[in-house]
């Protein structure tokens, strides 16, 4: 074979070769790449189904069932009923928030036991005695202000004399120092007053006794009602009838009974959302409202501490609409953050 025929074949041969060589990278870098494509396309599938996971759990640990039980104030009664419909209608459907109105300190006694009530709604603070009982219990409670209410002096709609009274007129009529309007101003009608209010059970009762008429015994014949709508009925009926209870009831009611406006010194006050706060002209007969909460089971049942941070979040947006003014901003938030801190 000739010189020329070898170099061509061996020319051949390492072209060959270098083709294979190159076909062999290709391949594997092929296969590295369809490697790589499906570690990747593994992985993507796995963090999309982390998510999913997830967003489950998340879906899983807002959907709450059972009940929440409130008991107390008949005053607070409308704010705490408007907020259970709320966060029942649209935050949690599958939670019962049960709301009753026994009074104040009925409610207490509800609240203050094994196994009570996990909140109390209260028109007045928790008395010390009330509060040696949780301790001994075992129950940490917490105060929550809900909102400000003016205490409303109302009347017939048709009496149109006792309009207008003084701070000191409205005391004597519930201490019986005064039985007959013609008493107060001889040009009124020569006829018997009938004073209303709410028992003892509330602490709208115990407000007025306290507060308004500095612990002087409401004496006479005064017709004390369970019921804030039998008395809103009573002083309707009553030409001569006067009564007293919060706001909400009076500013519900405008159809059957008036509300009396009020001389502290310097003229007569009416009650209203704008006139209501403790540093407004309506301060003197102005108190604060609560709910109070069981702490002990807040941290065990898990619906009832949503629904107290619900309570501490919207307390505001709702307490215009039921007859109080509003806490302030600063005041609700800081209530908020110690809610909050319960979990």
């Not at 009570?116 to 940490?140: C, M, P, V, Y």
């Not at 604060?288 to 009832?304: D, G, H, M, R, S």
């Amino acid at each position: 074979m000739s010189k020329f025929k070898i170099m061509l074949l061996a020319l051949l041969a390492i072209l060959t070769i270098g083709v294979l060589a190159a076909c062999g990278s290709d391949s594997e870098e092929s296969d590295d790449n369809e490697e790589a494509n499906a570690s990747e396309t593994d992985t993507e599938a796995e963090e999309t189904e982390d998510t999913a996971s997830e967003e489950e759990n998340a879906d899983a640990s807002e959907e709450l069932e059972g009940n929440v039980v409130i008991d107390g104030s008949g005053t607070v009664y409308p704010l705490m009923a408007r907020l259970a419909e709320e966060y029942m209608v649209n935050e949690q459907p599958n939670v019962s928030v049960e709301v009753s109105r026994a009074g104040t300190s009925a409610g207490f006694e509800k609240f203050l036991v094994e196994d009570g009530t996990d909140f109390n709604d209260a028109s007045r603070s928790i008395k010390d005695e009330e509060q040696a009982k949780a301790d001994e219990l075992g129950i940490e409670v917490m105060e929550i202000k809900t909102a400000l209410d003016g205490l409303t002096i109302v009347v017939n709609p048709e009496n149109d004399w006792a309009t207008e009274l003084t701070a000191e007129q409205i005391t004597d009529i519930f201490v019986g120092n005064v039985t007959n309007w013609s008493e107060i101003n001889s040009d009124w009608p020569d006829e018997k007053i009938q004073a209303y209010g709410p028992n003892e059970n509330h602490g709208t009762y115990e407000f007025f006794y306290e507060d308004i008429l500095e612990e002087q015994d409401l004496v006479g014949d005064i017709n004390l009602q369970q019921e804030y709508s039998t008395l809103v009925t009573l002083v309707a009926d009553d030409v001569n009838g006067i009564g007293f209870f919060g706001f909400g009831y009076y500013d519900n009611n405008q159809d059957q009974v008036q509300a009396v406006g009020i001389d502290f010194g310097d003229g007569a006050v009416t009650p209203s959302l704008e006139t209501i706060g403790e540093e407004g002209p309506y301060a003197d007969y102005t108190r604060p409202v609560f709910t109070y909460l069981n702490v002990n089971n807040a941290q065990e049942k898990p619906e009832v501490y949503d629904y107290a941070v619900y309570v501490g979040e919207t307390i505001n947006d709702f307490a215009g609409e039921t007859g109080f003014a509003p806490i302030p901003d600063e005041e609700q938030q800081a209530q908020l953050e110690e809610i909050q801190a319960i979990q």
